[in-house]
């Protein structure tokens, strides 16, 4: 991990809510929503996106701990803003502090995510 990276570092990232990340457990009927599992990969994804330019050649991160409330509805079609935010650095483990929000600027998401940076090739079980 590289010396950048610092607390109270953040990013952000809008995309666009398109069918395949929809809810489909209530069935056809149902409007189609944004689905939890696809807010909180838009969170996790962010914090990859995130933190690639400030590892290390080899290294990566991986998640171990997430921690979110899925706070609001969202249809398919709108945008979502993931924001997250670098709150702690202890060794190999980063926190961050997780938020979605809607096109309306709702509030749909919150919560905590914390990673761990990794070697990819002892990961992988090459080393």
Do not use: W
Request: net charge negative; aromatic share 4%.
């Amino acid at each position: 991990m590289k010396d950048s990276l610092k607390t109270g570092m953040s990013s952000e990232r809008t995309i666009t809510t398109t069918p395949d990340m929809g809810i489909v457990h209530l069935g056809p009927d149902a409007p189609q929503m944004y689905s939890t599992p696809a807010m909180v990969q838009l969170m996790e994804g962010t914090c990859v996106e995130f933190l690639t330019p400030h590892m290390d050649a080899g290294e990566q991160t991986v998640g171990f701990h997430i921690d979110v409330r899925h706070m609001a509805p969202t249809q398919i079609g709108q945008q979502v803003t993931g924001r997250i935010s670098l709150d702690e650095i202890k060794g190999r483990r980063l926190k961050f502090t997780v938020e979605a929000y809607n096109e309306d600027g709702t509030k749909i998401g919150e919560g905590i995510h914390e990673r761990a940076v990794i070697s990819i090739d002892q990961f992988a079980g090459r080393k």
